[in-house]
């Protein structure tokens, strides 16, 4: 059967070669004999295959001295516990900034461990089509952290720039947005992404972690979401996801191979404005998200008529283009489009909603 093009918001497409080249060496990884799935974590292959994957990213962000990087597991709704559970510090307070779905479960989360305070929400009767400005932010001078979320998958909803909290240390969800254009670490106190969106498979969750932040948990802390016993034991406290980990460095050798964080944008940014600009230029298709904060990485939009949505995505699943469907809490369709989305890929699905506007519109 041959591949078509899959729009899902996660676990999301992965970029062929990286597929192919697991793929040849699923039996035999680089004549060991085995595959990287049978192998020992403490081994001299899977230390080597980890250790380039960490170096890899490493590059790939420019990630400044003073920062460790962790590879986890529990996906970013543990880190929603990791971060409060490390970061909380004495003063048992966090501000969070809330635009869509994601962050509304991360401070939920955060309140079981200390005092977690939305400090701004952009929802109005509910729904989110904006980030809240900066202005509107209640920030605390005493909070151990400031959480917002990057891109909010859900919504379609994506911060232009990095906020500024000062000296009060920022942290992001940047899960799906995460590898999809350059990051200026610096800026941060902690930056955390499951892979599945742009990374790769499920199962594996990056974390970037300033040093200082780390060494102070709570009590009661586990042990696997302990931040300084990860780092002080290469994430490996106990048996990591080895291949969710291998697989992920395949994407990051990728990503290097095809222009870097800059190649990712740029084409990035060139599929957000086509897929963008066509569905402004109709009146059958609508985004509600304020055009400044329209996500590059996932594309909601509304049909002119909600009781032709079934048939949108019974023909566009004919035509190759699958999963579509919107999220049940925002309706319509979502298209995410993340790197390892082809352009040709967006080209394709302008070219289905053209004709499905002509046939009925
Ligand atoms: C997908 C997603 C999550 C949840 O990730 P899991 O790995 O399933 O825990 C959290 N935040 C954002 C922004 C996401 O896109």
Known sequence: MARVYNFSAGPATLPVEVLEKAQADLLDWQGTGMSVMEMSHRGDAFVSIAEKATQDLRKLLNVPEGYSVLFLQGGAAGQFAGVPLNLMGSSQKADYIINGSWGKKAVKEAGKYGDAQVAANSAVDGAFTDVPARADWQLRDDAAYVHYTPNETIEGIEYPDVPDTGNVPLVGDWSSAFLSKPIDVSKYGVIYAGAQKNAGPAGVTMVIVRDDLMGNPQSGVPMVLDYKKQADADSMLNTPPCFAWYMAGLTFEWILANGGLEGMAERNQRKADKLYGFIDSSDFYSNPVAPQARSRMNVPFLLANDELNKTFLAQADE????????????????????NAMPEEGVDALIDFMRGFEKANG
Not at 325 to 338: C, D, E, Q, T
């Open 319 to 338: 035509a190759g283009l699958c999963t579509l469907k919107g999220h049940r809490s925002v309706g319509g369709m979502r298209a995410s489009i993340y």
